[in-house]
């Protein structure tokens, strides 16, 4: 059980276009979602928690407005980065967590998207 | 302080040996503990889950935790090869779900 899938496992796009990642939760219904970004030899950083059919919150020093996240189900949330950059090449993992069920307050990882900006 | 906190480097751990992971939080509020262990190139995941205050066996893997002192370990017996991971601590920060990562421990079983 819990398990949550991504994708796509990696993308590789041109500076100035935009990139969409789907996050799904295929056995539970995730009430919220999170997505982090790890650079080599990093730990995790929460870029954004998002609810079903709210906006997502966003930590301090994420854009946004470059980062658009959209939640329209209990079972799929996306990323999509915006006019990327180089800068933005990094390791994007989503997580799912459910309230009220046996899984309550565990995070359940995605396998990750590498991205990479040229 | 940092929310959570793994401070020792990089642990190695002869096959068959006992690893420890030790991980202290700063939130007294917080009440639900992770252990999550990372593969090199690839996403968490969950090893472990601790709620109460003593020890949490789950074959090789015991969790502790310590609330009075904000501490949570992990003890891994008989290691492996394939124990070679980087763990990481996570703490819950309340509402949604939030959790606080550590920076993680690199762990290297040598046969």
Known sequence: GAVVSQHPSWVICKSGTSVKIECRSLDFQATTMFWYRQFPKQSLMLMATSNEGSKATYEQGVEKDKFLINHASLTLSTLTVTSAHPEDSSFYICSASSHGTSVSYEQYFGPGTRLTVT | ?111
């Open chain 2, 1 to 111: 302080q940092k929310e959570v906190e793994q401070n020792s480097g990089p642990l190695s751990v002869p096959e068959g040996a006992i690893a420890s992971l030790n991980c202290t939080y700063s939130d007294r509020g917080s009440q639900s503990f992770f252990w999550y262990r990372q593969y090199s190139g690839k996403s968490p995941e969950l090893i472990m889950s601790i709620y109460s205050n003593g020890d949490k066996e789950d074959g090789r893997f015991t969790a502790q935790l310590n609330k009075a002192s904000q501490y949570v370990s992990l003890l891994i017996r008989d290691s492996q090869p394939s124990d070679s991971a980087t763990y990481l601590c996570a703490v819950n920060m309340g509402g949604n779900n939030r959790l606080a990562f550590g920076k993680g421990n690199q762990v290297v079983v040598i046969p």
